[in-house]
């Protein structure tokens, strides 16, 4: 059974820093993974969609890589600012593409 | 824009009740997933469905139910409600039954059950 783990579960860090999220995953059989954030109150914005067969992706000032062979993707973030303040949750399929997910990591950039 | 839009946004209902949440997409997806979020447990599949009239139990779909008539409403009731089942549910879509496939979400509906 597919496990997904988000370390840290909250994250703070001064504007203009760069940092990684960290998602692990158990079963390296995946199809893709998919990072989301959450504004509190709000619903999961996609961010990034990784497949199996990519190394990474990147979207502005965010950059998503993939190791299947060690059950870890990372989400870098370059530059924070104050908007990037939210939750950041990864996500797998299974089969079918019903997503498991991980607890998610709460940023907080200060200014 | 192609979008999912659910209703009511909050609801507070009581015990035994039955309530139905509206899931509504505009991408012309075939399939469709609720989800519920709770602290301490994340965010977690209900019912799900890959076509009309096709529906799935997810791992937590005790008390809840799902059908398809269509292809762009997925709607979930919940037959008799419980205090158990106070949290925010999401509704998500993606394009077809490959596991490649990008998923998109609604804004949410938290309710209430008193």
């Known amino acids: 059974k597919q496990e997904v783990t988000q370390i840290p579960a909250a994250l703070s860090v001064p504007e203009g820093e760069n940092l990684v999220l960290n998602c692990s995953f158990t079963d390296s059989a995946i199809y893709n993974l998919q990072w989301f954030r959450q504004d509190p109150g709000k619903g999961l914005t996609s961010l990034l969609l990784i497949q199996s067969s990519q190394r990474e992706q990147t979207s502005g000032r965010l950059n998503a890589s993939l190791d299947k062979s060690s059950g870890r993707s990372t989400l870098y973030i370059a530059a924070s600012q104050p908007g990037d303040s939210a939750t950041y949750l990864c996500a797998l399929p299974n089969q079918g593409g019903k997503l498991i997910f991980g607890q998610g990591t709460e940023l907080s950039v200060k200014p | 824009d192609a979008e999912i839009t659910q209703s009511p946004r909050h609801k507070i209902t009581e015990t035994g009740r039955q309530v139905t949440l509206a899931c509504h997409q505009t991408w012309n997806h075939n399939n469709m997933f609720w989800y519920r979020q709770d602290l301490g447990h994340g965010l977690r599949l209900i019912h799900y469905s890959y076509g009309v009239h096709d529906t799935n139990k997810g791992e937590v779909s005790d008390g809840y139910s799902v059908s398809r008539s269509n292809t762009e409403d997925l709607p979930l009731t919940l037959e008799s409600a419980a205090s158990s089942q106070t949290s925010v549910y999401f509704c998500?879509?993606?394009?077809?039954?490959?596991?490649?496939?990008?998923?998109?979400f609604g804004p949410g509906t938290r309710l209430t059950v008193l």
């Open positions: 998500a879509s993606s394009e077809s039954a490959g596991d490649q496939d990008e998923q998109f």
